[in-house]
């Protein structure tokens, strides 16, 4: 099958896949273009250990958009932007991305978000949006892949704030000094094994660090939490 | 002595790290995580310094007690060497 193009946080890439899945999945950022930044590209072998990482089935036509999409976290560095595990979310207009090893509740946070503050807020995506870093500031971008939800709409928003979830007994936020959190934060960046955009990463978070506040929220399960979360952050 | 060939050092949200790049990057993934001593230190060897030009610079800089500072470097460079940052 023939390949296409995607628009991903402002930039053109060409996607060779085999599978039709692959296009459907991507169906809402598809583009048509002639040239592009990035070409994302798999191989056989690639998606072949992608699904022997798997306990339970998958299919090859979904590793493949796995695989795709490393291929394109490892470019997106030398763009100035980077892939980071989240659930990010749009806020009064901002924003707003929770962070947390998968189980912790991110998602789950989320949901109380948009039922508690309605039409306040909009998923940007579940999982792993895109950050990037420029002259004025930071941005998320949503990209098709969302985690198995699939929460994405196709949208970006200046960050208003970064936050990393930990359960706890009583829900608390407070600032936190990202330099504290380092090895936590950077746990839920995608580092490129390739060595110029590994470092450029790096440079990307440092600088993130220093244009967006941090929070730390200790959490339970509860619409008190994400009224605590909500007035902190976008209030 | 010197750093080891293929790996450089790094100041990332106010933390130091040591990652490994090009050909090393193949045998050796991750960071590792250096205080801001061991920073100086490094920084230092990368200049061509021996012991006692690193100890003159941190000396100049921390106005530590002459024996601690020596041990202190003492054991940073091992540490450097068993974690296969450093060879002498």
Not at chain 1, 219 to 225: P, R
Not at chain 2, 66 to 80: F, P, Q, V
Request: with cysteine; proline share 2%.
């Amino acid at each position: 099958m023939e390949a296409f193009y995607i628009k991903l946080a402002e930039l053109n890439v060409k996607m060779e896949s085999k599978y039709d899945h692959t296009r459907r999945y991507c169906s809402e950022y598809i583009v048509e273009a002639a040239d592009c930044e990035i070409v994302a590209t798999t191989s056989d072998d690639e998606i072949d250990a992608e699904l022997r990482l798997y306990e339970d089935p998958h299919s090859r036509e979904y590793c493949e958009g796995i695989c795709l999409y490393r291929s394109i976290a490892e470019q997106l560095p030398l763009f100035d932007r980077f892939v980071f595990h989240g659930a990010a979310v749009s806020a009064n207009g901002k924003g707003y991305i929770f962070t947390a090893p998968s189980g912790t509740g991110k998602t789950t946070h989320i949901s109380l978000w948009m039922k508690l503050f309605g039409d306040k807020v909009s998923v940007i995506n579940g999982d792993k949006p895109i950050v990037r870093i420029t002259e004025s500031g930071a941005t998320v971008y949503s990209s098709p892949w969302a985690g198995k939800e699939g929460w994405s709409t196709n949208s970006f928003a200046d960050i208003g704030g970064i936050c990393l979830i930990r359960r706890g007994e009583r829900n608390r936020i407070k600032r936190i000094s990202p330099s504290e959190y380092f090895d936590e934060l950077m746990h839920q960046v995608y580092i490129p094994k390739n060595s110029e955009a590994m470092l450029k990463t790096l440079e990307l978070m440092d600088a993130l660090a220093k244009i967006v506040p941090f929070y730390l929220l200790e959490c339970d399960i509860s619409e008190d939490a994400a009224r605590t979360s909500f007035e902190a952050m976008v209030k | 002595m010197k750093i080891k060939d293929g790996f450089v050092l790094r100041e990332v949200m106010g933390n130091y790290v040591a990652v490994a790049v090009g050909e090393a990057s193949k045998s050796f993934r991750g960071m590792i995580k250096l205080n801001a001593t061991a920073a100086d230190i490094w920084n230092c060897i990368s200049q061509g310094m021996d012991e006692d030009g690193i100890y003159d610079v941190l000396f100049a800089k921390y106005e530590v007690d002459g024996e601690k500072l020596r041990a202190d470097i003492k054991a940073t460079l091992e540490t450097l060497e068993v974690n296969g940052l450093l060879e002498r």
